[in-house]
């Protein structure tokens, strides 16, 4: 259960404890969310060296159920999701027939059934998308998002603080894994997921117990984080947010997620064939990492030129807590390959081309 903030703004069952906590609030897709508590850095920080907890109730979580609840996935993501096993989850995207992109998902193989989880902005497109295509099967596709509450914990002692609240074997549970369980005595989804680079865990909870945990997780050591360290997290790690680096107008081959799109799975997927297409002819835009070597700090929309020429649009762009160096991500034209300069402020400043990820935690 969501509360509505003035009519337009949703609340999630975690806003008490983040106006308790100091939280600096804003809209964000439709809801009000913290945006930052003690300062980005410091948060940023926190979840890279000990554990974060964000708050990412506003996350949709859409339920497919009946005898072609796999069919009707296979028909609306890119990955094959009949290589999953069950307690297993898939990254993938979503695509219109023209290989653009309608959403980036989680998708969660359960014994009965599937659970995709959708941008908290592109809830009622997805639901009504994935409705619209699967009419003709055997499947009920609910909106389950105002029924579960979604905290992220994240960092190198995630694992250590949430296993004094659970009975579950973290230590056992492998990267992308997912288990049904109890966390301080309530009902939990435990998955080994995360948007931050570092390992951690996601948990699905009712919206009840969600401040109760909250509250425990901060006793025992957790820091609370907001959107602003999500994004600067989440752009260290070269991962797209939606908006962003993918959206109808840009296909996930170009976004830099091939790995989550299987050209070859045998159920026919809406956009594989343009995809097929894209591959065969080769990718008008492509997605490439930088680090901006002039003083100024690449966003959003900044012109990305080449010999005063324009070929291509900064993304996403901050200057790294961690590596304490401007850096971003942009689609360019193909053929760029090591340097450009980005506009900022009408002024070109030089940027170079480096490898993604700009940070990759060292794995026990």
């Known amino acids: 259960m969501v509360r509505v903030a003035d ?45 974060g907890l964000f708050d990412v109730s506003h996350m949709g979580e859409v339920v497919f159920r009946g005898p072609d609840a796999e069919r009707a996935v296979q028909r609306l993501v890119t990955r094959d999701v009949s290589r999953l096993e069950a307690g297993q989850a898939g ?36 639901v009504a ?26 960092g190198p002692r995630a694992e250590e603080i949430l296993q004094n609240f659970t009975g579950s074997s973290l230590s056992d549970m492998k990267y992308y894994r997912h ?14 997921t995360g948007y931050t680079g570092e390992d951690g865990f996601e ?12 509250r425990r997780f901060v006793e025992a050591g957790a820091t609370p984080a907001g959107l602003g360290a999500r994004d600067t ?21 170009e976004a830099g997620i091939g790995f989550a799109v299987h050209l070859d799975k045998e159920q026919e997927f809406l956009g594989q064939e343009a995809l097929r297409r894209e591959k065969e002819e080769g990718l008008r835009k492509k ?9 100024g700090i690449a966003r959003h929309d900044h012109p990305v030129a080449l010999g005063g020429e324009t070929v291509g649009t900064v993304t996403s762009g901050t200057q790294s807590p961690t590596l304490g160096e401007a850096i971003g991500l942009a689609l360019v034209a193909p053929g760029v390959e090591d340097s450009f300069d980005v506009v900022i402020r009408d002024r070109p400043v030089p940027a170079r081309v480096v490898p993604l990820p700009f940070y990759k935690r060292e794995k026990k």
């Open 287 to 295: 997605l490439v990492g930088f680090k901006v070597e002039g003083r």
């Open 203 to 214: 948990l699905y909870v009712r919206p009840d117990a969600a401040a109760p945990l909250w």
């Open 91 to 126: 990254y993938a995207a979503v695509c219109y027939e023209s290989g653009g992109t309608v959403d980036d998902v989680l998708v969660y193989k359960n014994p009965d059934d599937f659970l995709v989880v959708v941008n908290a902005a592109n809830r009622e497109k997805d």
């Open 233 to 253: 997290l989440r752009l260290e790690a070269g991962m797209c947010l939606y908006g962003n680096e993918l959206d109808e107008e840009t296909t996930p081959l």
């Open 129 to 154: 998308h994935f409705r619209e295509h699967t009419g003709d099967l055997d499947v009920e596709v609910v909106d389950e998002s105002d029924d579960w509450a979604l905290l992220a914990l994240q």
């Open 179 to 192: 288990a049904v369980g109890e966390v301080d005595g309530r009902h939990a989804v435990i998955s080994r």
């Open 7 to 51: 009519g337009t703004l949703r609340r999630t069952p975690l806003y008490d404890e983040h106006e308790k906590a100091g939280a600096r609030l804003v809209p964000f897709a439709g809801w009000e969310m913290p945006v930052q508590y003690e300062g980005v850095k410091a948060e940023h920080e926190a979840v890279r060296m000990a554990a």
